[in-house]
């Protein structure tokens, strides 16, 4: 029997240019991926949105400062406290930061260069629908291509970020933007919000020099097919 295709919004704001690519990263994967205009207030019927990575509104101000007030950011944030998947990627992972779907900030790099280059990571945590596919301690290489990567958060909330498992990937090696405690991505309390610097939408195929990306971009696409088969 061949499996219902799940649609995805993937948000695009003025300025996204990893928003095709991560819609063909999904539709390979099994996805239904629909481009959503920011300023489109209602989401379609969907089981997960992503937010992708880009320059939204130029990075003025702050990497996502402006994108948080975009009219489709608050069905997002309605979709997310309803218990639906959300995935920031990137810049995205930056919007969520700003619009407090995620705990801490992202900064310019402690170099202050823009980085763009495989890393590789080490999964912390697999109970949570992003990471579903891996292993627990498993190195994934990603790439990363950012100037504004370096999480941030200060010694309470990084306490409170480590005792409720919500940093879920950490950098193995070199740290290549300066994030504090090595955090390449975290999850919200509840577990269906995950943002990440690393780009999995770029490492989809063996040919690109890893196809680990996939590995967490199925499991969001598995979770949307069952999220919305349970709403049938």
């Not at 290549?176 to 610097?197: C, F, K, Q, R």
């Not at 989809?204 to 196809?211: E, I, K, Y």
Request: hydrophobic share 45%; aromatic share 6%; with cysteine.
């Amino acid at each position: 029997m061949t499996e219902v295709a799940p649609r995805i919004a993937v948000v695009v704001f003025p300025g996204s240019n990893d928003d095709r690519d991560a819609a063909l990263a999904l539709e390979g994967l099994g996805a239904d991926p629909v481009l959503h205009w920011h300023a489109e207030p209602e989401l379609p019927e969907v089981g997960a949105v992503v937010l992708p990575g880009g320059f939204s509104y130029g990075d003025y101000l702050r990497a996502g400062a402006i994108a948080r007030f975009s009219p489709a950011m608050r069905t997002v944030a309605d979709f997310a406290a309803d218990g639906g998947f959300v995935l920031g990627i990137c810049n995205g992972f930056q919007v969520l930061c700003e619009a407090a779907l995620l705990p801490g900030v992202l900064r310019p790099n402690e170099s202050l260069s823009f980085v763009c280059r495989d890393v590789p990571l080490r999964v912390e945590r697999t109970d949570v629908p992003f990471l579903a596919g891996c292993e627990l301690g498993q190195q994934l290489t990603i790439p990363v291509k950012h100037g504004e990567g370096c999480y941030f958060a200060d010694a309470e909330l990084l306490e409170q970020l480590d005792a409720g498992g919500q940093i879920v990937l950490r950098y193995e090696g070199e740290n290549p933007n300066g994030s504090v405690d090595e955090i390449a991505g975290v999850v919200n309390a509840d577990g269906n919000v995950m943002g990440l610097m690393p780009h999995p939408e770029h490492a989809v195929d063996p040919l690109l020099g890893s196809a680990d990306g996939a590995l967490i971009l199925q499991a969001l696409v598995d979770s949307a097919r069952e999220r919305l088969l349970a709403a049938a």
